[in-house]
């Protein structure tokens, strides 16, 4: 009889814990998804949708996502594209379907405010021949390719663009003339940059954790808040610190010239060395926190008993210690590596031209060229390439977890 009440009785309890641990969740939830979660997509949606020439042209944009793209369009699309053409100038949004068009076809600004400034003398008779005449892009496939490409409501125009692509007259997909491709060699040269940073964030971090870990308490504790230190300093001010550090005068060309071990002061700034120091200092904290968490559950009586059946100290600590480590070295380099894509202050301010990743053409495309698309693109082909960088890496570390 009290196993059979206590059943529901336990079920009730439950049931009512975990509409409490809900509840309690419910608020941060709320919170990411309107502050984190909506904006991002936002953004990202912008990469493949097409609202501007939808929103200023849309009877013409309808007739063109219906025309097959052969050829040149026949009258009556021609028509409604120039009734939009004005419709739109009339209403003070010619500039946005104008500005659309300019980014796939350089030009076609020019080409659509003058075309509207003289159709605007006799709007009835719009014909093809007559905007040939106002100008003679308006007989070139290209023309209409574009504006074919633009009507929507889905684009693969600013995907294509961030891999260096474009889709033809004829709807091909070719890459961009080598003077014109950029953004591959700026996607591989981020990945670079934060390769070689999270491997010295390793190599620098691995010692420290592993001292931090093996020190008594009462030491480790003070020596913690040095490596925690550094997060209550903006990434400016640090970046900043060391632009004065890595200057040609700087402290550190003064220290080598002064020890003899420079005969002039070093390029340490505005090019890849700057990039790489000051980015790991950064980053540094973010592998040592992982590595230090998981190097204090490792028992040193496992070292020892590896030390004692006659493993010598360098077999002891790489077939004990690093493999119980390696939990702490995966996530301490999917952090650092992480972060070091979508840095943005650092390369800018210690880097040269040749230095700065994908996130400063994002900041370009939003700030100066207001092209969020194309914004939205390249934060598509980050988030994508890390994605997929991460995948492959969870597929290979996996089977050795599982050797382990």
């Known amino acids: 009889m009290q196993a059979a009440l206590t059943g529901p009785r336990t079920s009730q309890i439950d049931a009512r814990y975990r509409l409490w641990t809900l509840a309690l969740l419910a608020p941060a939830a709320l919170f990411l998804l309107l502050n984190f979660a909506i904006p991002i997509l936002t953004m990202l949606w912008r990469g493949v949708s097409e609202p501007e020439l939808i929103s200023t042209w849309p009877r013409a944009t309808r007739a063109l996502r219906q025309w097959n793209g052969i050829g040149l369009p026949d009258e009556t699309l ?29 030009g076609s600004r020019s080409l659509i405010f003058a075309t509207a400034a003289a159709l605007k003398s006799n709007p009835k ?30 684009t693969s125009f600013y995907l294509l663009a961030a891999c260096d692509r474009y889709l033809d007259a004829d709807g091909h997909i070719v890459s961009v003339p080598a003077d014109r491709s950029v953004f591959i060699d700026v996607l591989m040269r981020t990945f670079k940059i934060s390769v070689v940073v999270t491997i010295l ?17 009462k030491l480790s504790n003070p020596l913690m808040l040095l490596v925690i230190l550094p997060f209550w300093t ?26 003899g071990l420079a005969h002039s002061p070093l390029p340490l700034l505005y090019n890849r060395v700057g990039v790489y120091v000051a980015m790991t ?6 592998m040592i926190l992982p590595l230090f968490g998981v190097m204090k559950r490792i028992s040193p009586e496992a070292v020892r008993a590896a030390r004692s059946l006659g493993a010598n100290p360098f077999t ?33 301010l210690v880097g040269g ?42 597929l290979v570390v996996k089977p050795a977890e599982v050797l382990g």
Do not use: C
């Open 281 to 286: 200092h950064v980053l540094l904290p973010f």
């Open 78 to 106: 021609v028509a409604q594209v120039g009734a939009d053409l004005l419709s739109s100038q009339e209403a003070g949004t010619l500039s946005r379907a104008a500005n659309r068009l300019n980014f796939a076809v350089v």
């Open 316 to 348: 002891a600590f790489r077939k004990v210690y690093l493999r119980q480590s390696m939990p702490g070295i995966i996530a301490g380099s999917a952090v650092v590596f992480t972060l070091a894509l979508g840095f943005y202050v650092t390369p800018a």
């Open 201 to 217: 964030s390793l190599v620098l971090g691995y010692p420290v954790a592993y001292l931090l870990a093996s020190l008594p308490e």
């Open 125 to 154: 008779a719009i014909t093809l021949e007559r905007l040939i005449n106002i100008d003679p892009r308006w007989g070139q496939r290209e023309t209409w390719s574009a504006l074919r490409h633009a009507a929507g409501p889905f």
């Open 353 to 394: 031209g040749a230095d700065q990743m994908l996130t400063s053409f994002i900041a370009f495309y939003i700030n100066q060229s207001l092209n969020w698309g194309m914004a939205a693109a390249l934060s598509l082909l980050l988030l994508g390439s890390l994605l997929a960088v991460l995948l492959a890496a969870r």
């Open 234 to 259: 903006s990434v400016l001010v640090r970046t900043t610190a060391w632009t004065v550090l890595l200057q040609t005068h700087g402290v550190v060309n003064k220290t080598l010239l002064a020890l």
